[in-house]
């Protein structure tokens, strides 16, 4: 018997070397079809949208880079780099324009945030619509779980540094992707085997706490960003895993009082939600384009 499987999108591995910096990128789909660009979070990659990207590109062009110090991008050393969400933005700005992209729809996950808000408040042109997955702008969003880190934040100093450093031990990284999960036994090892292996290479743990470091820039600019919001009224589509450790629902409510037109969905998931959720994720987006063309 002959059987054939046509309908499973091809996903490309591709480079790019933007100011200076290699970066890796994922891209699918009809290059001509409507774009989709996905930012991902701490400390993962593009490898957190594999399921996703599937689901997308059966009718959208989607791109999924890596920050550089993440993924399969470089990791030049800080003394050469400036990890700053910033800089960060900088460099996925010049990405997308090296590709083309004028407009699409955004998809932003923890760090996501930060890179995507700001460049959302450079270019609003850029933005057809947002999906916000755990992605913070309120300060009611950030849970207690931060408190630790708050005098890091602050200052950086050796002392300081130790509040930070379990941020990159292996059973952080496994606590991200478990804790609040409905079935954790259904969460793939490979995803935090993936990140884990890439936070241990050497000299990554100075990119990390630089980056972390550098956080304290973001919650300052949330007015910055909500008033974008209020101004701008983009569509936006809100899949929230409500069991996340780090951004809470109040923080995924409070977009509503900016964007009454969005929709919010509370996803019985944790902080990556596409871990046990990339499906129904993937349907509420595809649901959501098609009636935000």
């Known amino acids: 018997m002959n059987t054939s499987i046509t309908s499973l999108p091809k996903v490309s591995s591709r480079w790019a070397t933007v100011q200076g910096v290699k970066l890796f990128y994922r891209e699918a789909g009809p290059s001509d079809g409507p774009t989709v660009v996905l930012l991902h979070g701490f400390p993962s990659s593009s490898h957190m949208f594999r399921d996703l990207i599937a689901i997308l590109a059966t009718g959208h062009r989607v791109i999924a880079p890596d920050y550089p110090g993440f993924g399969h991008s470089e990791a030049p050393l800080p003394s050469r780099f400036s990890y700053t969400f910033d800089r960060i933005t900088d460099l996925m700005e010049g990405l997308l324009d090296q590709l083309g992209v004028e407009r699409a729809a955004f998809?932003?996950?923890?760090?996501?945030?930060?890179?995507g808000f700001?460049?959302?408040?450079?270019?609003?042109?850029?933005?057809?619509?947002?999906?916000?997955?755990?992605?913070?702008?309120y300060?009611?969003?950030?849970?207690?779980a931060f408190g630790?880190?708050?005098?890091?934040f602050a200052e950086r100093t050796p002392d300081t540094e130790k509040l930070a450093r379990p941020m990159l031990q292996r059973e952080t990284t496994v606590?991200?992707?478990?804790?609040?999960?409905?079935?954790?036994e259904a969460i793939s090892p490979d995803a935090w085997t993936f990140d884990q292996a890439l936070l241990d290479r050497p000299g990554n743990d100075e990119i990390q706490l630089s980056l972390l470091h550098d956080y304290r820039t973001n919650p300052p600019l949330y007015p910055v960003w909500q008033d974008y919001l209020r101004t701008q009224q983009p569509p936006t589509l809100i899949p929230w895993g409500k069991n996340d450790p780090f951004f809470t629902v109040a923080g995924a409510q409070a977009y509503l009082r900016d964007l009454p037109t969005a929709e919010l969905h509370l996803l019985?998931?944790?902080?990556?939600?596409?871990?046990?959720h990339a499906r129904e994720v993937g349907s509420l987006i595809l649901d959501f384009l098609r009636r935000h063309p």
Not at 107 to 115: H, I, K
Not at 130 to 137: H, I, P, R, S, T
């Open 148 to 152: 630790p880190m708050m005098p890091f």
């Open 175 to 184: 606590f991200q992707y478990t804790h609040g999960a409905p079935d954790p």
């Open 268 to 276: 019985d998931a944790g902080h990556f939600a596409l871990e046990s």
């Open 118 to 137: 700001r460049l959302a408040t450079r270019h609003p042109s850029l933005v057809r619509a947002l999906v916000l997955q755990n992605a913070n702008a």
């Open 139 to 144: 300060a009611e969003g950030l849970s207690e």
């Open 107 to 115: 998809y932003l996950q923890d760090y996501g945030g930060p890179v």
